[in-house]
């Protein structure tokens, strides 16, 4: 079963805006972890922060997490066509094997 | 050095056939994981191999579905007697450990289509 959920489905903005996605689970975790997919195929790993942080960066990217919340956000500053694709919060359970991956969020870059 | 690879890239079956589907990790990833991903969808977890542990076969949707891991490296996943609710991407996954601590390194999926 998906642990994630992330908010919007879709978004559309245009090459330079800033695009955020949001991501609510259920259960307690270890880490929540970001992926990118282009094209229905495999994904790649963006970022991954620990339960007892709050914020992370790499690059264009922020990502925050609020365990009281049970919420994350995605930020993308200064967004380029090439960001577009879907983007995927997995969480990482205490004793779980495996990764609980939410629905996704399709982000369309207009250049 | 090289990614995960995952062969072959699409597979199209008539309903009732056994598929294979194979998944080469990422060299020295003691962690191998299989996914599933109907269309529009997140990311279903069917099978799980950590180093020589039994694996994790929890997420698998019914005694079709079966997996190995030989000599701790090249996975495949088997599906007997296909239907067409199986139509969906296999992904193939790799870490370097077995911990909901580490990234997992994505192989770019097999498109498997029953007719």
């Known amino acids: 079963s998906q642990q994630g959920e992330e908010d919007p489905q879709a978004l559309s903005i245009q090459e330079g805006e800033n695009a955020t996605m949001n991501c609510s689970y259920k259960?307690?975790?270890?880490?929540l972890q970001w992926y990118r997919q282009n094209s229905g195929r495999g994904l790649v790993h963006l970022i991954l922060?620990?339960?007892?942080?709050r914020e992370k960066h790499s690059g264009r990217l922020r990502v925050t997490l609020d365990t009281s919340k049970k919420s994350s956000s995605l930020l993308i500053t200064a967004s380029r066509a090439a960001d577009t694709a879907s983007y995927f919060c997995a969480t990482g359970e205490t004793g779980a094997n495996n990764l609980f991956f939410g629905t996704g969020t399709r982000l369309t870059v207009i250049p | 050095g090289a990614g995960v690879s995952q062969s072959p890239s699409n597979k199209v079956t008539e309903k009732g056939k056994d598929v294979e589907l194979r998944c080469d990790p990422i060299s020295g990833h003691t962690a191998l994981y299989w996914y599933r991903q109907s269309l529009g969808q997140g990311l279903e977890f069917l099978i799980y191999f950590q180093g020589n542990s039994a694996p994790d076969k929890s997420g698998l949707p019914s005694d079709r579905f079966s997996a190995e891991r030989t000599g701790g490296s090249v996975s495949t996943l088997t599906i007997q007697r296909t239907q067409q609710e199986d139509s969906a991407v296999y992904l193939c996954?790799?870490?370097?450990?077995?911990?909901?601590?580490?990234?997992?390194?994505f192989g770019p999926g097999t498109r498997l289509l029953v007719l």
């Open positions: 996954a790799s870490s370097l450990l077995g911990r909901d601590m580490m990234a997992q390194y």
């Open positions: 259960t307690s975790i270890n880490n």
């Open positions: 922060i620990r339960s007892n942080e």
